[in-house]
């Protein structure tokens, strides 16, 4: 009994994470400074943020059943833009740090350039989708010759360099918490709500209402489930991977954006480490690799989890270099974790039928009797 | 009675198109091409250093198409690389191993890596995705040793022995290094031309589950062909390493996109099933002139990241268009009949 009961709590996708995030969550309050906790965690939730929406970008695309590997190349892409739009231009001449800091910029509304970000990232994401699903050629080449077209013309171009000179309501939206988090010398720290995670909050809801309240997310999860049934149940399933991949660039501008306003700067390295990240975090939260499953809260939570490991790394005093090592082997475990989550799933779907069918059976004995 | 498919006259037609040829004319033209903007191209010095460069990118390519032809990806190829390298100097100057023993050791543990990959996937299910998926976790995992052996600091001064493989030329001429890489080459021609294992793995990378119905043991050739991808892997790796006469923890780390590259302009299929040993050699020294023509003209260097991707598109994109055109072919000799 108590067997059976544990084996079906460890068989709920959130539930087996939750517990690793809580676990990991009072090791971190333990180990750390109990002044700069609240501190620490604030700035903890900003990363979260980022890598959740990192992970539902890659997840869009999961759910159709393909990969982007792009989201690094996207998210860089839109920062870039949105920089140059909102950097403001400095009036003297500063020839010596032209190569570090960028002097252009069009310096329009911060909300404008942001805008502007959010459709690049749309866009490529869209273009993305339309290479795979019109030419047909292999999902995983295109994705991977978008990377290097994306991110060399954004090299290419901006010659990279940096915009660091951003608007300050653009760069509130790191810096403001609800409450406001302080760090006074000699007291405690409070925790806040940082304005980006409170945002992250509102487009988790938008894509959950997108994948359970509208006909394009499940035609969108149908087509991730059978691409040939979704074909014949009329549903024109090459319009929904292109729809997929556009959501997933539209979140990678999201975080790009993001990124950018938490370091006060758009570089084009930003979004450089995203791709295990990408992976790592719904793939834990409970997204099937194989597509037509998506879990939303998970992946905030796999995210949870992937700032965590790296900030205990840290707190732990191990080796930066060793950080790698370990982010690997949790993908890798990640993908165990999904390998008997896909077992479960069809065991599970095979249980229904048989069910089924022996009710049949049992109903026509009853007839015939 | 007509036969279904008049296979001679469609081996002449794809003689004629042949890939080989075309990427021939291809590097012909762009060298003339180049030549033109910039006097010292086509000079004894620039090939010494074009054979060296794509010497590495061949090896490179040639590891990733083993892997592909397969029906597979092996995305960890350049951290086997640069961790190989790594060993290598480790072993040389922190052991105090002779340093052919050291490239012995090193290859072998390399091949370790790949023995690591095809397990890891053969247990998760073996299909294109998770051979990708698998790598990318492992690339980070080998990466992450790498840095952890060197804590990104270089090895200098390595033995004379060591840096002559990437120094000197045959007759002034012919690189070390290419040599390598055509006896490479030769190897890899022979293995997928006359060796039972060649054709298993074109098999498995045509159709896995009718590879599997015809006997063929799949997950063992799976597991053994990352290991020969990782050893071709490492052996580039250390290559690369005798050219530079320092070892540096980055190497590598920019491999992924030539190694896809160099056996797709050459002619293999992504999916797996067709190889080119020929053409993907070709591919590896088209695209070390790019590289090269970057640096001749003296354009901003960003735009090579950008070239490849174009260059892997047009690879990928002119392959479908001849595999639309020969099943447009095949339908139309159908229809007469």
């Known amino acids: 009994m108590i067997k059976k009961s544990l084996s079906k709590f460890f068989k709920n996708d959130i539930a087996t994470i939750s517990v690793i995030f809580a676990v990991m969550l009072i090791i971190f309050v333990l180990t750390s400074d109990p002044l700069r906790l609240g501190f620490s965690l604030t700035s903890i939730s900003k990363d979260v943020a980022i890598y959740a929406i990192v992970g539902m970008a890659q997840m869009a695309t999961l759910a159709v059943g393909q990969f982007n590997l792009a989201v690094g190349a996207i998210g860089g892409a839109s920062a870039m833009v949105c920089g140059y739009l909102i950097n403001i231009p400095t009036a003297g001449n500063m020839e010596v740090e032209k190569y570090v800091q960028a002097e252009i910029g069009l310096a329009i509304p911060w909300v404008l350039g942001v805008l502007v970000g959010l459709i690049v990232g749309a866009l490529l994401g869209a273009m993305q989708g339309w290479l795979i699903t019109k030419t047909k050629i292999n999902p995983f080449i295109i994705s991977l010759a978008l990377i290097s077209v994306i991110h060399g013309l954004n090299m290419g171009i901006t010659e990279n360099i940096y915009f660091r000179r951003l608007p300050e309501g653009f760069t509130d939206l790191n810096k403001v918490s609800i409450p406001q988090a302080k760090a006074e010398i000699g007291q405690a720290s409070t925790f806040g709500f940082p304005l980006v995670f409170l945002i992250t909050i509102v487009i988790m809801v938008v894509v959950w209402l997108l994948y359970y309240r509208t006909a394009a997310g499940r035609k969108m999860l149908a087509t991730g489930v059978s691409k040939r049934t979704a074909d014949f149940a009329g549903i024109d399933s090459g319009r929904y991977v292109i729809l997929a991949h556009t959501v997933s660039g539209l979140l990678c501008a999201f975080a790009g954006i993001f990124t950018a306003s938490k370091l006060s700067a758009a570089q084009t390295s930003t979004g450089d480490n995203w791709l295990l990240y990408s992976f790592a975090a719904p793939i834990l939260g409970g997204t099937l690799l194989s597509g037509g499953k998506v879990s939303i809260f998970g992946t905030m939570i796999g995210a949870g989890i992937m700032t965590l490991i790296t900030t205990l790394l840290a707190v732990l005093k191990l080796d930066a270099f060793t950080h790698q090592i370990f982010i690997g082997g949790i993908l890798l475990a990640a993908f165990m974790l999904n390998r008997a989550r896909e077992t479960w799933s069809r065991q599970h779907d095979t249980a229904i039928v048989e069910s089924k069918e022996h009710a049949v059976l049992v109903e026509a004995e009853g007839d015939r009797s | ?337």
């Open chain 2, 1 to 337: 009675m007509k036969p279904l498919l008049k296979s001679n006259s469609l081996n002449k037609k794809k003689f004629k198109f042949s890939n080989s040829l075309g990427i021939l004319v291809v590097i012909i033209l762009f060298a003339l091409l180049i030549q033109t903007r910039s006097a010292e191209f086509i000079s004894r010095d620039n090939f010494i250093t074009l054979m060296r460069n794509s010497s590495i990118i061949i090896i490179v390519g040639f590891g990733q198409m083993v892997v592909m032809a397969g029906s597979g990806l092996n995305v960890a190829i350049g951290s086997i690389g640069g961790l190989a390298a790594v060993l290598v100097g480790a072993f040389v100057q922190r052991v105090g191993l002779h340093w052919g023993l050291a490239v012995v050791i090193a290859i072998l543990l390399g091949a370790c890596c790949g023995a690591l990959n095809g397990i890891l996937i053969t247990r998760l299910g073996s299909t294109g995705e998770i051979s990708w998926l698998v790598t990318l976790a492992t690339m980070s995992i080998f990466a992450g040793i790498t840095l952890t052996i060197t804590k990104a600091n270089p090895f200098y001064n390595l033995p004379e022995g060591f840096t002559w493989i990437g120094s000197y030329n045959v007759g002034g001429v012919i690189p070390v290094m290419f040599i390598i890489a055509v006896v490479f080459a030769v190897l890899i021609w022979f293995i997928f031309k006359h060796s039972s294992f060649g054709h298993q793995v074109l098999a498995v990378g045509a159709n896995q589950r009718a590879a599997t119905l015809s006997g063929i043991h799949v997950t063992s050739v799976i597991i053994l062909k990352h290991i020969i991808s990782a050893t071709l892997a490492a052996s580039a790796g250390i290559l690369f390493s005798t050219r530079l006469g320092s070892i540096h923890s980055d190497i590598g780390l920019d491999w992924m996109l030539f190694s896809f590259a160099a056996p797709l302009i050459g002619g293999a299929r992504m999916e797996g099933g067709r190889v080119n040993v020929f053409g993907a050699f070709l591919g590896g020294i088209l695209l070390a002139m790019v590289s090269n023509a970057v640096v001749h003209l003296k354009v901003n260097v960003y735009i090579v990241e950008f070239l490849q991707g174009v260059i892997i598109l047009l690879a990928v994109g002119l392959d479908r268009i001849r595999a639309i055109r020969e099943e447009h072919r095949d339908r139309m000799e159908r229809a007469k009949i």
